[in-house]
């Protein structure tokens, strides 16, 4: 089985943390945006916390808290007053350093779609559908700031399935 995201209207990030706590948010390109993005590494590290309280609530203990992560997303210009995603051509009228989250006209949110590396290890010999299912174990939504990139299904035949969140 193939996914595919949706196309959003952003801006490509990897959200790194590293095991002494250190969050950084980086462009496609790996060049460290973090100064134009300083809500994002809170917004992904609530989304963490998020889904360790979920999970403590359930009674889970299989989860741990996450210790590192390197989280592939994009970054999207979001109308949190009106709840929906505004287009590219807001987000790039955002300044290149943001002295915070409430200072920044441009509004953003996390699109989630995949996780790459998790707690020293990497994923990437993992299949799509097992990285997206301990992204979905490890993080959690948080309304306005941190959501799952919805993606499509598709067997091998090329027809597509239904969405996914």
């Known amino acids: 089985m193939l996914f595919r995201s949706y196309k959003y209207d952003g801006e490509r990030a990897q959200i790194?943390?590293?095991?002494?706590?250190?969050?950084?948010?980086?462009?496609?390109?790996?060049?460290?945006?973090?100064s134009k993005y300083p809500e994002v590494p809170h917004f992904v590290q609530e989304a963490a916390e998020a889904a360790v309280a979920k999970l403590t609530q359930e009674n889970?203990?299989?989860?741990?808290?996450?210790?590192?992560?390197?989280?592939?997303?994009?970054?999207?210009?979001?109308?949190?007053?009106?709840?929906?995603?505004?287009?590219?051509?807001?987000?790039?009228?955002?300044?290149k350093t943001e002295e915070s989250a409430g200072t920044a006209k441009v509004q953003v949110i996390v699109q989630a779609f995949d996780l790459m590396f998790l707690n020293g290890k990497s994923?990437?010999?993992?299949?799509?559908?097992?990285r997206r299912s301990l992204l979905h174990k490890h993080?959690?939504?948080?309304?306005?700031?941190?959501?799952?990139?919805?993606?499509?299904?598709?067997?091998?035949?090329?027809?597509i399935g239904r969405a996914h969140v």
């Not at 994923?123 to 097992?130: A, H, N, Q, V, Y």
């Not at 959690?140 to 067997?155: R, T, Y």
């Open 16 to 34: 790194h943390k590293t095991p002494d706590g250190t969050l950084k948010v980086f462009s496609r390109n790996l060049l460290e945006t973090t």
């Open 60 to 95: 889970d203990k299989t989860t741990h808290p996450v210790d590192s992560f390197v989280l592939d997303a994009e970054v999207v210009a979001f109308d949190r007053e009106k709840g929906h995603l505004v287009p590219f051509q807001v987000l790039s009228t955002r300044k």
């Open 123 to 130: 994923l990437l010999s993992k299949t799509m559908k097992e």
């Open 139 to 159: 993080f959690a939504p948080v309304e306005g700031k941190f959501q799952f990139a919805k993606s499509l299904d598709a067997v091998e035949d090329g027809e």
